[in-house]
């Protein structure tokens, strides 16, 4: 069975994003949560995930003797190991739309990551939405956010993006 490595499912988004990928899809896998002691050479995060990742970072996931890091990959896999499960849009022009926002998501809005860092339990409805709306945000990222939010709500296949959109976008 595949084996998925993760963080702290409160703080890593990182982890979330395949956790939520997989079990979205009714895929089966074993998750392996890690506990982030420290990001030190010495720690036992570290140890246990440096013989796994060859970044030394969450989320991998194991599949025999298969290792496969980093989100986008870990997605890329799982489209390709379970074709029946349509992870990407069918349509060409969809999926490549799709794998766009992806690449920018994956690559981009470091400010924004920076700025509003994951924290499920904090309640932060207060600012929330209103602080993604805000022309004013802080990573200046906003119009882009919202461009890929709106690119996502016109792909009728991704049906978790576009069932409850944001009253924003
Ligand atoms: N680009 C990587 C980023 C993964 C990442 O930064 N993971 C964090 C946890 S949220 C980590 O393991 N950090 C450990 C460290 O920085 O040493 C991915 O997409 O998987």
Redesign the pocket.
């Given at each position: 069975m595949l084996k998925l490595y993760i963080?702290n499912k409160n703080y890593?988004s990182?982890?979330m994003r395949p956790w939520v990928l997989l079990k979205q899809a009714g895929i089966e896998f074993e998750e392996v949560m890690l506990r982030f002691d420290s990001?030190d050479a010495d720690s036992k995060f570290k140890q246990t995930i440096a013989p796994i990742s060859p970044t030394?970072?969450?989320?991998a996931l194991v599949d025999g003797d298969l290792a496969v890091?980093?989100?986008?990959a870990i997605a890329e896999y799982a489209a390709e190991k379970f074709p029946a499960k349509n992870l990407w849009p069918t349509n060409l022009n969809a999926r490549a739309t799709a794998r766009s926002v992806c690449a920018e998501m994956?690559s981009g809005f470091t400010g924004l990551r920076g700025n509003c860092p994951m924290n499920i339990e904090a309640h932060l409805s207060d600012i929330g939405c209103a602080a993604t709306c805000s022309a004013s945000c802080r990573c200046g990222k906003a119009c882009s956010a919202h461009t890929v939010a709106r690119c996502c709500l016109v792909i009728s296949a991704w049906p978790m993006l576009t069932s409850h959109p944001c009253a924003c976008v």
């Open positions: 963080g890593s990182w982890s990001f030394g970072r969450v989320p890091w980093d989100t986008l994956h």
